[in-house]
């Protein structure tokens, strides 16, 4: 299972302990495509659980994963923000779980 065929896809974070990972497209279309599709597709005899992560899932993932030791940059802090320019390429997030 692959997210790549839904477009491009700016940056995959994983936490190996929980089985989780935050997979962030450029596109919004792109996101939905993956949700529409991705969602209860089996893998390793597993069914996936996918989703948009809210802002709030987002930071706890981080969190999560700073107590682990894994320190890994936050797409909201190096984007600039919307008020220090328009052309802003807005992430679209999507959050799958392994179950």
């Known amino acids: 299972m692959q997210f790549h065929q839904f477009g491009p896809i700016t940056q995959v974070v994983v936490d190996r302990e929980r089985g989780h990972a935050l ?3 450029d ?8 949700v529409k599709e ?26 999560h994963l700073e107590r682990q030791g894994n320190v890994s940059e936050k797409p909201w802090d190096s984007r600039p923000s919307p008020a220090s320019s328009f052309d802003v390429t807005y992430v679209y997030f999507l959050y799958k779980s392994i179950l």
């Open 38 to 63: 991705m969602r209860g597709a089996a893998l390793r005899g597993r069914r996936l659980q996918v989703d948009f992560a809210s802002r709030e899932c987002q930071e706890t993932f981080y969190e």
């Open 27 to 34: 596109q919004i279309s792109c996101a939905q495509a993956a």
């Open 23 to 25: 997979v962030f497209f």
